[in-house]
């Protein structure tokens, strides 16, 4: 693998002279309230960088947030040394309550990192990495709650008619309501949620489940199954809509899966940081491997990052990056509809 991706920003001179930190909430359609953390690098030339810590715990953020800006993190670097400097230190005030989220605090403080240094240098990421960012499609990720209705669906395509969805399908969802989605024709991905292990996600491996949304959606794409002796037979008929998510979280994870996929969901975040991120990107357009993108219920700056790599990299994918106000229990009128300008800040790694 190249490496090129990575070189193009590594040596970008990055100054900064301390950070802050802003704490965001929101209640959003899964029956939660988010809580997520702004990373603010101040580079002491009235220039500042952004990124947002997107673990889900809230006692994870509420550690971060109570125990302040205490990293080291001042100084003269490059992007390249300063992630360097970053893998040394130990960013958990209390060890953290899910695996992924020390992947999820990484990329808060490169991200930052990499916008504060793009800024510095009066560039924007595009110019930075010689690629052009364009109009960038996506779908809206939705659960459709217990037991299982159209009505969450329809509050957001009756007013949005050109739509699409990425849905979740849980153990309520009959025939029937297999048939009035499908007569909508707006969904795009089925998410079976079979790789999580104690969230409040997790969905069981139920072959009946599976063979139902695999034949009563033909031409959907069909993430993160659990592939077990009773669900294998059922989706081996549909192995190349099998795409991946949960279990991204290197190019090793891509080149490991049970066989080669068309398509994987290639999730800044869940990489955790720039260099493997930039991996994943070459890897995947190397081998022929389509991408598209995910988000974490993003509250700020977060949501804009995702939106701007998937419109540089994978735009015409079922980018799973809509705009936050998506994710509202009752989302506002006036949102903005797929595909999405580009909006890319001439400076920085901003979008919007």
């Not at 990421?125 to 459709?144: C, D, I, M, N, Y």
């Not at 037979?233 to 998510?245: E, F, K, M, S, Y």
Request: aromatic letters at 8%; one cysteine or more; glycine letters at 8%.
């Amino acid at each position: 693998m190249s490496g090129a991706l990575w070189a193009k920003v590594a040596d970008l001179p990055l100054e900064i002279e301390d950070y802050t930190l802003e704490r965001l909430e929101k209640d959003v359609s899964s029956d939660f309230t988010r809580v997520s953390t702004v990373i603010r690098l101040h580079g002491g030339d009235g220039h500042e960088g952004l990124g947002e810590d997107v673990s889900y715990d809230p006692e994870d953020q509420l550690a971060l947030q109570g125990a302040g800006p205490v990293q080291p993190l001042a100084g003269s670097w490059t992007l390249e040394s300063f992630c360097d400097h970053l893998a040394t230190l130990d960013l958990w005030p209390e060890p953290a309550r899910h695996d992924a989220s020390v992947l999820y605090r990484v990329w808060a403080y490169e991200s930052a990192a990499l916008d504060l240094a793009l800024r510095q240098a009066g560039i924007g990421l595009q110019q930075a990495l010689g690629r052009e960012a364009r109009p960038l499609t996506f779908v809206v990720s939705l659960r459709l709650g217990e037991p299982a209705t159209l009505a969450p669906l329809r509050a957001r395509l009756d007013p949005y008619p050109t739509t699409r969805f990425k849905l979740d399908p849980t153990a309520s969802w009959d025939d029937a309501l297999v048939a009035q989605l499908v007569e909508t024709g707006a969904v795009d991905t089925v998410d079976l949620k079979g790789l999580y292990v104690g969230s409040v996600v997790d969905n069981a491996a139920d072959p009946v489940l599976y063979r139902r949304v695999a034949e009563g959606f033909p031409d959907a794409w069909i993430e993160d199954p659990a592939l077990t002796p009773d669900t294998e037979p059922v989706l081996a008929p549909h192995h190349d809509r099998i795409t991946w998510d949960a279990n991204i979280h290197s190019v090793d994870d891509i080149v490991g899966l049970p066989f080669p996929p068309k398509m994987v969901n290639v999730k800044p975040s869940r990489l955790g940081g720039l260099r493997p991120l930039f991996a994943a990107y070459e890897h995947c357009e190397e081998h022929g491997i389509r991408m598209y993108g995910g988000g974490q219920f993003e509250l700020g700056v977060g949501r804009g990052h995702i939106q701007y790599l998937a419109a540089v990299f994978h735009p015409d994918g079922p980018n799973d990056v809509a705009p936050s106000d998506y994710n509202l229990v009752h989302p506002p009128s006036g949102l903005p509809e797929s595909p999405l300008p580009v909006t890319a800040s001439a400076t920085g790694f901003r979008w919007g």
